[in-house]
């Protein structure tokens, strides 16, 4: 029982360490109908993760949207999603902070999410990144407590 138990995490570990288990961040790319290219970045996050995020553009605006998930059962808190746009060169070009709704996450395993939509009143230049995290708190409050710090921002290198 013992080496079944260790084979498991040797097995995890290398997974981990070879990258086929993401650890930290995920990104994707997105190209949108003028032929820009963007790199999103999601910031792993727990209990509830940002399971899947979309930018597009429409009426010279910069609309990303996403789902947010639950790892384990039904999920409350207060918080928000930090969107922020990132320009090719590393400046930041935009930021700013949506609530997500509904607030309770049930499972995933019933299929439901909640929803968070953001918008920049500009198009960012080809090659831009665009950094989504969730700043949430387990406890329900009437305001967010720190909601005026970005997360999204706070990361070591923009």
Request: proline share 6%.
């Amino acid at each position: 029982m013992k080496s079944r138990i260790r084979s498991g995490v040797i097995v995890a570990l290398i997974l981990l360490c070879s990258g086929l288990i993401p650890a930290g961040c995920t990104y994707n790319s997105v190209q949108v109908a003028g032929g820009k290219n963007f790199t999103i970045e999601r910031v792993e996050s727990s209990p509830i993760y940002i399971s899947w995020v979309h930018a597009e553009e429409k009426n010279r605006e910069m609309i990303v949207s996403g789902l947010l998930r639950s790892h384990f059962t039904h999920t409350q808190g207060t918080g928000h999603v930090d969107v922020v746009v990132i320009g090719p060169g590393g400046e930041l070009l935009g930021q700013t902070s949506v609530h997500y709704d509904p607030k309770t996450i049930p499972t995933r395993f019933r299929g439901k999410a909640s929803h968070f939509e953001a918008r920049f009143p500009f198009i960012p230049p080809d090659g831009s990144r665009i950094r989504v995290k969730l700043h949430y708190s387990p406890v329900l409050e009437l305001k967010d407590s720190d909601s005026d710090i970005n997360r999204a921002v706070n990361q070591n290198a923009l």
